[in-house]
């Protein structure tokens, strides 16, 4: 049975089937509200259901407490409406007139960027266009009907090319193959674009980036997005790595500081190697962040990468006074078809 659904900000309203998710079914109708992992681990798609009663679904216990369950909250890229609902849920009018598609690609360049990241650069067939915003993801399709999330990492318009950084993961299914067997000329199919996690159309104060790893990915194409607008917002970036060997954007990070006087950074090494003789900054890289920008509170924070350092700064941003509201993550969640932590 259908069920209609309706947002408190706007009064907006959409019909949820019973086969699909509530975000499943705004997107469906071009209402775009917050989320990333669509797999119930990230948090991101948390609403307040004011009305109505919805059935949870599956989710990970720390994207949603039990607590919070009590209050009413849920994540909507899980449940699924029991009822007529009222939910409150902030709407993201830029994403509104994107579309996601279902497309081929073709490879057409692999690039060893480090010694577990491998740059892949998709070529879209000619005759589509695919409109994305800095910072969202796409959904590599697999032949078995599995899917695998990669953050685009350039801003849209560079002659229909994507351009992905995909960090190897041990005995990983997808990233084992782009690693040992795929070729230069390969086809794959994608969907997309997917995710919130670009920069809001109304901001205003000085961003605080930070990513680790490949979270550099999505980070790149929002920096490289903001240095083609003309508001030139102070923008600082945060990235961590392990060891010198992982910082395959050292060069490009460079020449942004020289020629951006609105761009600077700092690195942070967890595990510098004996022979990088390392004078920089060690340790966490959130910690990092917060060494430099104790209070949070006049900043908006884009955070991405693995799941274990989001979770770390989420707690720790909050406790130097960054409200919610404020800061942006994409926490990069393996697949939902492996067992859960
Ligand atoms: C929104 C989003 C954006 C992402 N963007 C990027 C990106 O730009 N670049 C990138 O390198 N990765 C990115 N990821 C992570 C990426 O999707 C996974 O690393 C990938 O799906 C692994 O696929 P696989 O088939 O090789 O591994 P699987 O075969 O699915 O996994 C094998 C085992 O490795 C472990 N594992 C897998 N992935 C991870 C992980 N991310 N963290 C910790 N343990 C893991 C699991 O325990 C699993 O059992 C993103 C994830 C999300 C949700
Ligand atoms: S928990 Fe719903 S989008 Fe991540």
Redesign the pocket.
Known sequence: MDHQVKLQSSGKQFIVRDDETILDAALRQGIVLPY??RTGSCGTCKARIVSGSVDHGDYEADALSEQERQDGMALLCQSRAESDLEVDARELLAAEEIQIRMLPCRVVRLERLAHDVMGVHLKLPQNQSFNFLPGQ?IDILLRDGRR????I?NPPGEHAILE????R????????HVFESMKEGDLLRFQGPL?TFFLRDDARRPLLLMAGG?GM??IKAIIEGAFREAARLPMHLFWGVRARRDLYMADELEAWRRSHDNFQYTVALSEPAAEDAWDGRRGWVHEALLERYPDLEDYDVYASG??PMIDAARAAFSRHGLPADQLFY??????AD?PRR
């Open positions: 990333s992992c993801y695998r999330s990669f953050s990492a992905l950084h995909i960090r993961v041990p005995d990983g299914h997808f990233t084992s995710g490949t990915a999505p693995p799941p994409d926490s990069f969640e393996f697949a492996v």
